[in-house]
Each structure stands twice: as C-alpha cells, then as structure tokens.
C-alpha cells in the first residue's frame, strides 16, 4: 500500500525596515556603513540606566504592510513591546525587545496564504570569526525588524518561493524595506512537516533558491524516515547552501525558555497616537491588482506584464508612456522598445529609470516615429541615445540629424542600380537560387543611407531588379 505525504509548510520572514533611525534610539539606520561600531550608543549597546524609545516611523511602516495585506491593526486595543531573553554575544542587552502577545498585525493574506502576525522588533549584531577572534559589530544591533509569520498553508517549496518573492515587492512597492536578500535585509525561516506531523524548522535560508532547495531536501528527508518508520524530530536545522543539506542545530525539546515578559522600560501604545486612516491612504496599487489591471488595459501577456511590475518605478513610467500613444495597439511595440532599447540604454550608463534623461512623452513619441514608419529601427536605438544624452524632443533630433527613413523608390532606385553593379558576386549567388545574397545586398544599401533607408522598400526594389 502506498502512502502520499502531503506537506505543511509555514513561514517566517523577517525584514529590517528603511528607517532614518534605529528602533529606540537616535543612531543612524544604516545598512551600508562598512567601519565597525559607528552607528552606536548607550541605548543600542545596552548601557545601565539608558532609556528607548520608540521609532514612530518604524511602527507605521508595519502597520502600512499590515493594512495593505488586510491584517488586522491594534486588534488587541493596546499593543506593546516585551523582553525576549537570551544570552548572545551580539545582543549586548542580553535581551532583544520584541513583540510576543500583542503583535502589532493579526491575521491578513498574501497570495492566498493566510498570515498569523507581523510584529516588529530590534535585530542584534554582526559577528565575524577568524581563526585568532571572534569580532562584533553593533551598528546593526537596535535596528528596526519587522517579523511576519504565515499559517502553515503552502503546499510546495516553490510555493513558498513566489510566495517570498511577493513579500520582497511588496515591501519595495511600500517603500518600508530594500528587502534585498544577498545583503541580508530580507531572511527566511521555514517550518515544515509532512501529514501534519512534527514540525522541523530550516533556518539559514539565504536566497529565494535556497528556500527552494532546502524545503525540497527537507521534504524528502522526513518522508524518507516516515518510510522507515521512524520518528521526524522536533528540531532546529541549517540549511548548507554548499553540501545542499539540512544540518541539526538543536532539538527543540532542549528549546530555549525565553522568559518573555513586558518591556518595563516602553509604555503599551495604541492606535490613537497614528492616523491610520493617512497611513492606509499612503499604500499604492499593489503588484497583484497591477498585475490585472495592466493586462486588461494595455492588452499585454501575463509574462510582459510580470517584467514591468517587477520595478513600480519602470511600471509607472511604461505606463506615462502608454498614455500618451494614439492607439493601444502600440503598446507592444512600445514594451518591446522600453524593456530591450531602454533598459539597454539604462544598463549601459549604469542609471535607473529616475536618472533616464527621456521623459515618457518624448519616448511615447519615437514609438509613434517607428510605428508609422517615419524612422527604421537601426535609427531608433542611436535616437534613444542621442535622446538621452541630450534630452532633447526626438523630432528635433532627427530634422538636426536628417534620419527621417528614406522609403521613396525614386530615391533608392538608383543606389540599389549601382549596388547591383558593384557586387556582381552576390548578385550572382542570388541568381542562382542563393536567396539570402539579398540581405548583403539591403545591408550595403542601408550602410550607404546611414541605416535610413526603409529595409521592406528596398527588398522590393532589389527583388525588381534581380528578377530577371
Ligand atoms: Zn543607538
């Protein structure tokens, strides 16, 4: 008799939130100071006597995660912040102040998977070992850290990953995190288990194909000794990115009691000292709803649709853009020209859309350019260029530069009779059946009028010409 195992799996995402200041105290939030220990105090170092206090900016930031997911805010009227105990040495406190039962979000949904909480926190150090020391950095410590935990509803590691990886846009769309997961502003955690059985939690998750791989590994891992009839511990267990395994850390029956208890020191808040309604006010369309909205307005497949609102940024400015075109029927040529010339362009000079010297409009207005066949599409990459470099409008550009396309046979006729005199090879080639020789033939043309010349034109001309 065969026996299917089905998995439960849920997940625990913490994100550090892109604050001015740290959680509770007045030290700089940030992430890219690389000397050691700058970016500290009495407070965020656990000196006797120091007093926090809370980061106002950095409770509203989960609270505009919580309402854009549809959590509930303040659900238990007061909410607070409490001690969790343990000893580490990058908590110089020897406690890290949390949340534990009056989270500031409950309940809400991401793609269908429901959420139990998002709480905020204060992430601890950095510690680096070598071989003569082990060193600690607490520019870190006292940074502000938003935890979000979901019900165990994913099915599938690569669930868990889309799932993730609509968490990271979310948080970028929102604006309250970079979420970048090779910096370490975004870490996942996993519990999983197959038939509702003991749990295992993978913790050490560093990209969103480490989760993959490592819920895949552990899946199989438990149901191998199902299979055996043996028992899947309850434990903590590291993924190793390198040996592609889950290793044990600890058994959770020697878990650590952690002793919370209300943080003496931070007085419980409630929603009276936000304006909620400003803050809900404050969350943009969301990646979802602009997912559907962009496929019903501009006709685009899901695959197009997904690569624009990747970035809100370049979808907001594809979407000036498309506005401004006379008919939806150029859009796609318009997302052809914007996801590859563009963003070339953009790569190439090493800018993002905010430093792209070409407004929506005057882009707008080349696609109408190459739609109606005013310009060829050699002239269009060098016009985004020249564009760019130089922000002018894209017809004054081209009467400076005279690139209008050159499609009138009276004027091409002749190049291409003396182009036909100049190579008799390929025009050999061609009449002997070798019908590519043509292309040589449009290209020695196209070089001569500067890539002007209306390459469908010309093939008809050459076809004329070669006829016989
Ligand atoms: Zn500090």
Known sequence: MSVTYK??????????????????????????????????????????????????QAVEHVLKVGLALGGEVFADKESKFDRKNYFYPDLPKG??????????????????????????????G?????????????????????????EPDIKSSAEAASFAKELQLLL??????????????????????LNMGTKVEVKNINSFKAMEDAIKYELARQEKLLKANKKVSHETRGWNDVKKVTVSQRSKEEAQEYRYFPEPDLPPFDEKSFNIKSIKADVPELPQDKR????????????????????????????????????????????????????GLMKKRSVDINGLNISPAHLAHVIELVADKRI???????????????????????????????SDESSLKPLAKQIIKDHPQPVA???????????????????ELGGKADPNVLKGIFEELLKD
């Open 126 to 150: 950095r510690l680096s070992h070598s071989k003569e020391d082990s060193l600690v950095d607490y520019n870190r410590a006292g940074v502000p850290l938003m935890e979000l935990v979901t």
């Open 376 to 406: 060829t599409s050699r002239i269009a990459k060098n016009l985004l260029l020249k564009m760019h470099e130089t922000g002018l409008d894209p017809s004054e550009i081209i009467a400076n530069e005279e690139w209008e396309q050159v």
């Open 429 to 447: 080639d061609y009449k002997k059946g070798k019908s590519q020789s043509i292309q040589f033939l449009i290209g020695m043309a196209m070089s």
């Open 292 to 343: 559907e909205r962009f496929k019903k307005e501009y006709s685009l497949t899901s695959k197009q649709v997904d690569v624009l609102v990747q970035n809100m940024a370049a979808a907001g400015y594809f979407e000036e853009a498309a506005s401004e075109l006379g008919d939806v029927k150029k859009t796609n040529l318009l997302f052809n020209y914007f996801t590859s010339d563009v963003w």
């Open 95 to 124: 406690y890290q102040v949390s949340q534990y039962d009056q989270p500031l979000v409950t309940g809400g949904e991401l793609n269908k998977i429901r959420l139990i909480r998002i709480h905020l926190e204060e992430d601890a």
């Open 172 to 193: 970028r769309y929102l604006g309250v995190s970079d979420a970048d997961m090779e910096k370490g502003h975004m870490r996942l955690e996993a519990n999983i288990s």
């Open 7 to 56: 998995p439960t799996i849920g997940l625990e995402i913490h994100a550090e939130l892109k604050t001015q200041t740290k959680m509770f105290c007045d030290c700089l939030n940030d992430a890219s100071e690389k000397h050691p220990n700058v970016n500290i105090c009495s407070i965020c170092t656990g000196q006797p006597g120091a007093l926090p206090t809370i980061n106002k």
